[in-house]
């Protein structure tokens, strides 16, 4: 069970650094500010919270 939760782990942070990778690259754009935006009320509309 601990190697499965170690996998999952190093996936996960390997996601974590590629966004965080994509987004200052974005940024670094001219543009690329209004594209992080957009991808994020995207990201907000199709998995929107916890809803009461």
């Known amino acids: 069970m601990g190697v499965l ?3 999952l782990a190093t996936a996960s942070s ?3 650094g ?3 990778a994509l987004a200052v690259w ?3 754009r001219p543009g690329g ?3 992080l935006v ?3 009320l995207l990201a907000l509309r199709v998995f929107p919270g916890n809803q009461v």
């Open 5 to 7: 939760f170690g996998f």
């Open 33 to 35: 500010w209004a594209v």
């Open 38 to 40: 957009v991808l994020t």
């Open 14 to 16: 390997r996601i974590v």
């Open 26 to 28: 974005l940024i670094s």
């Open 18 to 20: 590629i966004s965080f």
